[in-house]
């Protein structure tokens, strides 16, 4: 019973602010401008009862059906947007692949520019420099070895033909010694046999 006395009393009083406020307009819309101004213009419109508003149910209607019509379109911008974010998460995971198979790829540039074959054995850059480093070291230390054997050997071979002139020298003035000393010895002898003779 008290809630049917309360509802008349609601009921009348609705009545009677509906007239004043059809005469007070604010302004505003409940079919235009954002939900926050359409609250406010609800707010604006509505009868005071107490520490209550009193709404009518058109308006009521009218808000929750705006309401529902900008949930409606949020949904679709929000559906819209995952679809978006789906599409763009798609396309960061097949960039992501592509970088992967680049990384891949200059990874193996980098290793075939780094490696190559050297009589069908693969070998890394630096360790075909070492040994070819290696290699012309070891040559010269050879080379410079031959080399100093060679001075070594040229000046014996140098020296063995001055003392081979030598010899020659001393056996040739040995010959020619002994050749005057056979013609003296012959004239001695010739003188001799001549003195014999006489």
């Known amino acids: 019973m008290k809630n049917m006395f309360l509802i008349g009393v609601l009921l009348s009083l ?30 604006s419109i509505s009868n005071n009862y107490q520490e209550y508003k009193v709404v009518k ?16 379109v949020f949904q679709v911008e929000l559906g819209t947007q995952k679809e978006e974010i789906r599409s763009q998460q798609a396309q960061l995971a097949e960039v992501n692949r592509d970088l992967l198979a680049l990384k891949d790829s200059l990874q193996e540039a980098e290793e075939s520019r780094d490696n ?3 009589f069908n054995i693969p ?4 360790a075909y420099n070492t040994l070819v480093w290696s290699i012309i070291g070891g040559l010269s230390i050879a080379l410079t070895f031959f080399l100093f054997k060679f001075f ?7 020296k063995a033909k001055r003392d081979l002139e030598e010899t020659m020298e001393e056996f040739e003035q040995h010959r020619r010694n002994t050749l005057e000393r056979e013609r003296k010895l012959k004239r001695e002898l010739v003188d001799a046999l001549n003195k014999n003779s006489a």
């Open 116 to 118: 190559f074959s050297f």
């Open 14 to 43: 609705c009545l009677i602010v509906s007239v004043q406020a059809q005469e007070e307009q604010p302004a505003g819309s409940l079919t235009s401008g954002t939900i926050a101004s359409q609250f406010e213009y609800l707010n």
């Open 123 to 126: 070998i890394h850059k630096s």
């Open 152 to 158: 070594q050997s040229h000046r014996v071979v140098q």
């Open 57 to 72: 149910k058109t308006h009521l209607d009218q808000l929750r059906s705006n309401v529902v019509d900008s949930l409606k």
